[in-house]
């Protein structure tokens, strides 16, 4: 009884927190004509970087000191209003209604074969977008974020089978079908020229418990060539990708008194999907900036985005300082819908002196400057000498100032040492009150009002917080079980034995069990299997990238793996112990396994299982090693070099299937197991008595290009998405004569590759290889160069350099090789032609794949792909059809179901 009190208690405390304000300030609702609420329209106290934005009902709020103010209401579409009001003690009341914009044409729209004059604005907007971005040096801002998730619907088959779950969910993580998931942060950030970011969480609200989210996008910019992998409308590559409409043009009072004027420019997309917008952006006349947006755009599995900007003039600079995004769909029978906002308060604003000078921009498909600079004439000026001197450039001229300035201030930081391949400084800190604060707190920051729904799922989260904080301290309760009290998972219990677990043993130390269970597999040479594992894992220390991304700084693993075969009747593992520390990692390990001939598994344990017992096609052929093996990686160089290197001892001994009469589930017609010994073009038999090698293995590899880093919190790392080419090569010694070694050869190989953009959502992917045996004196068949095959209609693995109708060991050699695998994915091409078709995911691809032996023929393959075989069921499933070639002539055709997932180990 005294538990419900305090948790009615606590309720009820939390709803008056949640519902009572403090301080002064304003208040009110902003509506249209008819009297409907106008959802995240724009609320500014003009001459003060204060403002905010309504809710998703209209209603806004804001903290403002007793005083007189002018409030401007700003919302896309309509006639932006200045209210004045005085603020006294409490909250003031300040209603807005706004009346649609009416636009106004320009003369030259009338004048008949003229290009639109959408066209002549976009082009001196695109020109001036990079010295829009280039115009703060720095600045200070406090910025609200809101979002918000709503699952909407659940499949019928989730909803039943995790009936349990999804209650256990509501209870202990405010999950529920139509609730909304809210996280609000409030952060300081700070941003300098070139890449310089500062963030501090100074408070930190979430209704689904202790999840900190903190903002990420206080830099997003439409004046980038790109956001979010779509080709912004101010891009350089726009007028590829979009046709722009002029609608008209309007006035309004600038941030000086003086009026303004606004086109309005529809984009319209060349063929609307995944990686570009639609919609409407509103430039402003002489200066070319954006004055506001609203575009909308779609990823690949189909779920459709909303992107709403209003900037506001900082000290001439015209900001973001309101954002809001939408987004909504379906993925995997799963409905939701979702919103982030974003709102900016400046403390500090400082413009480059650079770029203080206004300048004016001439369309020379229109009208040529006065004066044209040739690239001498710019080349090594100063960017303030030049505007100083001529105030109008043309749009080429001006891209070309701005180009020059930004080598010259690259060079400048070269010559103060300044480390120029660090491409982004960030840091995060998160204000150890961030999680604690009041809801008097937050009404006092919380630049968006609460909506009712979003007032209650913070109520409920409340509540449940309190409860948990109640009960959980050592009650003496024992009548009724806590249903908000988590099972330990160190907590052993029989079902771990069977599903396998991590048990915590402490801060830094942990034990993963693999349960047998989970690894059954079938084959021809072992029958049945079982496979189970321990390891031991020891952290000393980790350094923390990110919340996803961690570098051990120092880890010990220690393990085993136990497999017994029941055909064979036999059991067989290794163990293994390694220590890493950062990107070096050494390890250690021995003992009896069966391995496939091709080290790389061309085919995966459970994939092979169901061809087996199903299809009555043994494809994985197996061998036995009994081994010790030494390895080392490292990435020197500040990581622009990746090496590995590995030294064994085995005792290799060929297998066959443990009997002659095996029978799958289903007997197929025209089908047999074959042997365990591969056949092969190079050999007559593969075959090979039981031998000592010792065989040692180095890898380097490399971009070809300069490498990026990133430093978050004073770690720098390298940039992930390098795309410049990769070059690896290899080198492979069968070392003859030392502890009995019967193997002795030299096997060197080379490959470069690469993938790169050849458009939006569309790469060119290639890879070439090549190699041979420098000395061959003594090769065995596990030994030779193995090439990624495939003999089953079901493909995985990697889509570039996999082969899709190759047998497994046909053209293995132990000579030389050339392979050579080239991947064009389309955004556009035959029939994502069709906008519905581009909507949905769909997306088209060829390849070709070549490889030569010296008794491959040339054997070619071409084909044709569609990713996205069932969209928004199956988005990660593909379609192929391939044709296949040896010597230029035409061998056959085979289709293929693939997907990118990898299946069992």
């Known amino acids: 009884m005294k538990i419900t009190l305090l948790s009615l208690f606590a309720f009820f405390y939390s709803t008056i927190g949640i519902a009572q304000t403090g301080g002064t300030g304003l208040r009110g609702m902003v509506k249209n004509a008819q009297g409907e609420a106008l959802p995240y329209a724009a609320v500014i106290v003009k001459g003060t970087p204060n403002g905010t934005i309504t809710n998703a009902e209209g209603r806004y709020e804001i903290a403002l000191a007793p005083g007189k103010y002018t409030i401007v209401f700003q919302f896309l579409g309509f006639q932006t209003i200045q209210k004045p009001v005085e603020i006294g003690t409490g909250f003031t009341t300040l209603d807005a209604t706004l009346e649609e914009q009416a636009l106004r044409l320009a003369e030259v729209e009338a004048k008949a074969g003229n290009e639109d004059p959408a066209y002549t604005i976009m082009r001196r907007a695109i020109a001036k977008s990079r010295f829009h971005q280039l115009q703060v040096q720095r600045f200070k801002a406090r910025v609200y974020t809101k979002s918000s998730v709503t699952v909407l619907d659940l499949p019928n088959l989730a909803e039943m089978a ?6 256990e969910a509501e209870k202990e993580a405010n999950f529920k079908v ?39 996008f206080y830099n997003a910019s439409f004046y980038n060539p790109t956001i979010a992998n779509s080709v912004s409308p101010l891009s350089p590559k726009a007028f590829a990708y979009y046709k722009f409409e002029y609608k008209g043009t309007f006035r309004e009072p600038g941030p000086d008194g003086k009026a303004i004027e606004i086109s309005k420019i529809q984009v319209i997309p060349r063929q609307y999907g995944e990686g570009v917008f639609r919609g409407t952006i509103y430039i402003i006349e002489n200066t070319w900036a954006i004055h506001s947006l609203q575009l909308e755009t779609v990823n690949n599995i189909g779920i459709s985005f909303t992107v709403r ?27 939701a819908t979702g919103y982030y906002i974003r709102n900016l308060t400046f403390s500090e604003f400082v413009v480059n002196p650079a770029f203080v000078e206004e300048i004016e921009v001439a369309d020379e498909k229109k009208g040529p400057p006065a004066t044209t600079l040739s690239k001498g004439d ?108 988590k099972k330990s998972p160190n907590k052993f219990s029989i079902g771990q034995l069977l599903s396998g677990n991590t048990w915590r043993l402490s801060k830094r130390s942990s034990l993963i069990y693999t349960s047998p269970i989970t690894r059954i597999e079938y084959n021809t040479v072992e029958g049945y299997s079982l496979e189970g594992a321990w390891n031991f894992r020891y952290r000393a220390r980790v350094d923390s990238v990110n919340r996803f991304r961690q570098i051990p700084l120092g880890e010990w693993n220690i393990g085993g793996t136990g497999r017994y075969q029941f ?65 080392v990686s490292a990435s020197p160089f500040k990581q622009r070099l990746n090496l590995a290197g ?124 090549a190699g041979a045996f420098l000395n061959d004196k003594q090769v065995y068949f596990p030994d030779f160069k193995h090439f990624a095959g495939n003999q089953f209609f079901f493909q995985q693995g990697d889509v570039v350099s996999s082969f899709r109708l190759l047998p497994y060991y046909q053209y293995s050699t132990g000579k030389r090789f050339v392979e050579g695998h080239v991947l064009a994915e389309f955004r556009k091409f035959l029939v994502t032609q069709l906008t519905i078709v581009r909507l949905i995911g769909l997306k088209e691809n060829l390849f070709v794949h070549y490889l030569y032996t010296p008794n491959s023929q040339h054997y070619t393959e071409v084909g044709y792909g569609l990713d996205g075989l069932i969209p928004q069921v199956l988005p990660f499933f593909r379609v192929e059809v391939i044709s296949q070639w040896q010597d230029a002539k035409y061998q056959g055709v085979g289709f293929r179901i693939g997907t990118t997932l990898k299946f069992g180990r």
């Open 162 to 167: 995790f009936r349990k779950q999804l209650k």
């Open 178 to 216: 139509g609730v909304p998931l809210l996280n609000e942060t409030v952060a300081e950030v700070s941003f300098s020229q070139p890449n310089t970011y500062r963030q501090r969480i100074i408070a930190n609200r979430n209704s689904q418990g202790d999840f900190l989210s903190p903002n990420q």
């Open 309 to 335: 900007h209003v900037c506001t003039p900082i000290q001439g600079v015209w900001m973001p300082t309101n954002q809001r995004y939408n987004g909504s769909g379906s993925y995997l029978g799963v409905k």
């Open 378 to 485: 710019i080349k090594g000026k100063q960017l303030d000498e030049l505007v100083k001197k001529q105030k109008e450039f043309s749009t080429k001229n001006l891209r070309q100032l701005v180009k020059e300035y930004e080598k010259q201030e690259k060079q400048a930081r070269k010559n103060r040492k300044e480390d120029v391949t660090v491409v982004r400084d960030d840091s995060l800190v998160v204000d150890s009150l961030a999680r604690k604060r009041s809801n008097v707190f937050w009404d006092s920051l919380r630049s968006v009002p609460l909506t009712t729904a979003e007032i209650k799922s913070y109520r409920k989260a409340d509540s449940l917080g309190l409860t948990r904080e109640i009960k959980a301290p050592g009650t003496t309760d024992t009548t009724r079980r806590d249903s908000t009290k």
């Open 567 to 631: 055909g064979r009747k036999q059991f067989v593992g290794y163990g293994q112990a390694s220590y890493q520390y950062k990107n070096t990692r050494i390890g250690l390990s021995g003992g009896r396994y069966l391995y496939q001939f091709n080290s790389d598994n061309p085919i995966s344990p459970f994939l092979n299982s169901l061809t087996t017992l199903l299809f009555e096609q043994n494809f994985a052929k197996l061998y036995q090693k009994d081994f010790l093996n030494l390895s």
């Open 646 to 769: 590995s030294l064994e001892y085995a005792q290799r001994t060929e297998l066959t299937n443990y009997k002659e009469d095996l029978k799958p589930w289903i007997n197929w017609r025209n089908r047999v197991y074959t042997p365990n010994r591969p056949e092969n073009a190079e050999l007559t038999n593969t075959g090979f008595p039981v031998h000592n090698a010792l065989v040692l293995n180095l890898t380097a590899s490399a971009r070809l290009g300069s490498t990026q880093y990133i430093i978050r919190n004073g770690r720098r790392t390298a940039q992930r998405d390098n795309d410049s080419p990769l070059l690896t090569v290899n080198y492979r010694k069968g070392i003859h004569g030392v502890a009995d070694s019967d193997v002795d050869y030299d096997f060197l190989q080379a490959s470069i590759s690469h993938s790169f953009e050849t458009g939006i959502r569309s790469r060119l992917n290639y890879q070439i290889s």
